[in-house]
């Protein structure tokens, strides 16, 4: 009998991956008490599972000591402890703080992961950016897509970018192949818009979360919402915030319920059935199970997924359970940047108020009541204009248009993702000002083609549909430059402009 090994998939057109991937995010999670992992022992455990098909390895630059195990685990490659096995494939990421973005810190913290890693190129770097009010995302991948060019990348991924934003990266010419977000049964963002545009333009998912941290097994069926305080792993904190958000203990009941009764008639396992609905997702590459390394593993039921495929029953099935269920709110990677903010830490509000800002406001001739902006375009002096200007309570944002640094123009073919980068450039003037887009009454968007009005205005909704404020949109004779829109905003406020 041969042996069974996971499915595979291609990503980036030759980048061989088992479509379920080894997740390392709980490195950190087994660290946190105790110290560094034995790279030694716990890369044993990483040969367990390439032995058994599972050759390939999701990480990240701040997953404990993820890469330096993983770099372990290739060295003994190398030695021959894999005989007759194609090498693993490990990806990583690099999560920096927002600020200036210069090719210095950018190889340096590409360079730091190949250090770790013990190899000369990473198979697959993928980029994660916490606040796209700050535009320094676009000098980063920039830089990252030279370092590709040179070898030192074999492929440029990203993860938890929102539709808007990589459709915008799209647009303006990076090359991405993968976006690695949250995807399952309890969160189905992933299945609308942006599966939809990665579809068109060939980019994969990799999805993580699709067990809900374990929540979605029989391990959690039939249980009280009292058991739910024994909860103490940071991964699971973080999905049962996921259950509240969509209907709370009870909705999960019922997917449960109903995701134990397809397992039955299929003979499989209740992770085998999410984990699956995942996989025949169009756009998704591959799903990515947590290991806890040494300490347990389900290599030979998570195979099962491979031995079945959900039905036009069990598909009808799960959607009358999804009814039960509200869908999170907002797109793909939300939770990192805004309200609900789910993730593992909790609330993140206090960490995005300390991120650096894009902009900083200062006083116009020492008069505390008159304060400006300026985002260093190239006409702001040469014209005698601020990109915003608070007088007391009311801010006043000039016309923007998707211009990075001073003369770059973001998407020049694309009026969507100009909008996209028009109104994060409006949120970091507000933010500089002690504003934010909740606090704007008005705006006005300027269309060089009527044709592009509801691209625009979807934008628009996105970023401005709980707070509706009053708006006006023309289309002019052109606009200067290679724009096809402009925004201008006005807000008030009654916040102190931070210092």
């Known amino acids: 009998m041969s042996q069974r090994v996971p499915e595979r998939e291609h990503i980036g057109g030759d980048l061989d991956i088992s479509r379920l991937v080894t997740g390392l995010w709980q490195v950190g999670d087994m660290e946190r008490d105790h110290g560094p992992l034995d790279p030694e022992l716990a890369s044993s455990?990483?040969?367990?599972?390439?032995?058994?098909?599972?050759?390939?390895?999701?990480?990240?630059?701040?997953?404990?000591?993820?890469?330096?195990?993983?770099?372990?685990?290739?060295?003994?490659?190398?030695?021959?402890?894999?005989?007759?096995?194609?090498?693993p494939t490990v990806f990583t990421k690099w999560c920096p703080q927002p600020g200036p973005?210069?090719?210095?810190?950018?190889?340096?913290?590409?360079?730091?992961?190949?250090?770790?890693?013990?190899?000369?190129?990473?198979?697959?770097?993928?980029?994660?950016?916490?606040?796209?009010?700050?535009?320094?995302?676009?000098?980063?991948?920039?830089?990252?897509?030279?370092?590709?060019?040179?070898?030192?990348?074999?492929?440029?991924?990203?993860?938890?970018?929102?539709?808007?934003?990589?459709?915008?990266?799209?647009?303006h010419g990076i090359p991405i192949a993968t976006n690695q977000v949250s995807f399952s049964l309890?969160?189905?963002?992933?299945?609308?818009?942006?599966?939809?545009?990665?579809?068109?333009?060939?980019?994969?998912?990799?999805?993580?979360?699709?067990?809900?941290?374990?929540?979605?097994?029989?391990?959690?069926?039939?249980?009280?919402?009292?058991?739910?305080?024994?909860?103490?792993?940071?991964?699971?904190?973080?999905?049962?915030?996921?259950?509240?958000?969509?209907?709370?203990?009870?909705?999960?009941?019922?997917?449960?319920?109903?995701?134990?009764?397809?397992?039955?008639?299929?003979?499989?396992?209740?992770?085998?059935?999410?984990?699956?609905?995942?996989?025949?997702?169009?756009?998704?590459?591959?799903?990515?199970?947590?290991?806890?390394?040494?300490?347990?593993?389900?290599?030979?039921?998570?195979?099962?997924?491979?031995?079945?495929?959900?039905?036009?029953?069990?598909?009808?099935?799960?959607?009358?359970?999804?009814?039960?269920?509200?869908?999170?709110?907002?797109?793909?990677g939300d939770e990192y940047r805004r309200p609900p903010f789910l993730t593992a830490s909790g609330d993140l509000s206090d960490h995005l108020q300390t991120l650096p800002r894009a902009y900083q406001a200062t006083a116009v001739d020492g008069r505390s009541e008159r304060w400006q902006v300026s985002s260093g375009t190239y006409w702001e002096p040469i014209c005698g204009y601020s990109r915003a200007v608070r007088i007391g309570t009311r801010v006043l944002v000039s016309g923007t248009t998707a211009t990075h640094g001073s003369e770059e123009c973001v998407c020049p073919d694309d009026a969507a993702g100009q909008a996209t980068f028009v109104l994060d450039k409006i949120a970091a003037s507000l933010a500089a000002l002690g504003a934010s887009l909740e606090d704007v009454i008005s705006t006005r968007v300027y269309l060089q083609d009527a044709a592009d009005c509801e691209a625009v205005a979807r934008v628009h909704g996105r970023y401005f549909g709980h707070v509706r404020p009053a708006n006006v949109l023309l289309e002019v004779a052109r606009l200067i430059g290679p724009y096809r829109v402009e925004i201008e905003a006005e807000a008030i406020t009654d916040r102190s402009v931070p210092t």
Not at 63 to 84: D, H, M, N, V
Not at 105 to 118: I, N, Y
Not at 119 to 147: G, M, N, R
């Open 186 to 332: 309890l969160d189905r963002r992933a299945a609308g818009d942006m599966s939809a545009l990665c579809l068109q333009h060939g980019i994969r998912l990799l999805a993580y979360g699709t067990l809900g941290g374990g929540l979605i097994s029989e391990r959690w069926l039939g249980t009280e919402e009292t058991a739910a305080a024994t909860i103490r792993d940071w991964s699971k904190m973080k999905y049962r915030r996921f259950v509240d958000a969509v209907g709370g203990w009870k909705a999960l009941q019922i997917l449960l319920e109903t995701t134990a009764r397809i397992a039955e008639r299929h003979r499989v396992s209740i992770a085998n059935v999410a984990s699956r609905w995942v996989l025949e997702q169009p756009a998704v590459a591959a799903t990515i199970i947590g290991a806890r390394l040494g300490e347990r593993e389900h290599r030979e039921n998570n195979l099962n997924v491979f031995d079945f495929a959900l039905d036009a029953d069990d598909h009808q099935a799960l959607e009358r359970a999804f009814a039960n269920l509200r869908m999170l709110p907002g797109d793909c």
């Open 45 to 87: 455990a990483l040969l367990d599972y390439a032995r058994a098909g599972f050759d390939s390895f999701d990480m990240a630059d701040h997953y404990g000591s993820a890469e330096i195990i993983s770099g372990r685990l290739l060295a003994r490659w190398t030695r021959g402890e894999l005989p007759g096995r194609k090498r």
């Open 101 to 171: 973005m210069t090719h210095e810190v950018v190889r340096a913290g590409v360079q730091r992961s190949l250090d770790r890693l013990g190899v000369d190129c990473i198979d697959l770097l993928q980029f994660h950016w916490w606040s796209f009010d700050h535009p320094a995302y676009l000098d980063a991948l920039k830089i990252l897509a030279e370092l590709r060019q040179e070898g030192l990348i074999r492929h440029l991924g990203v993860t938890n970018f929102d539709t808007a934003h990589l459709r915008l990266l799209i647009h």
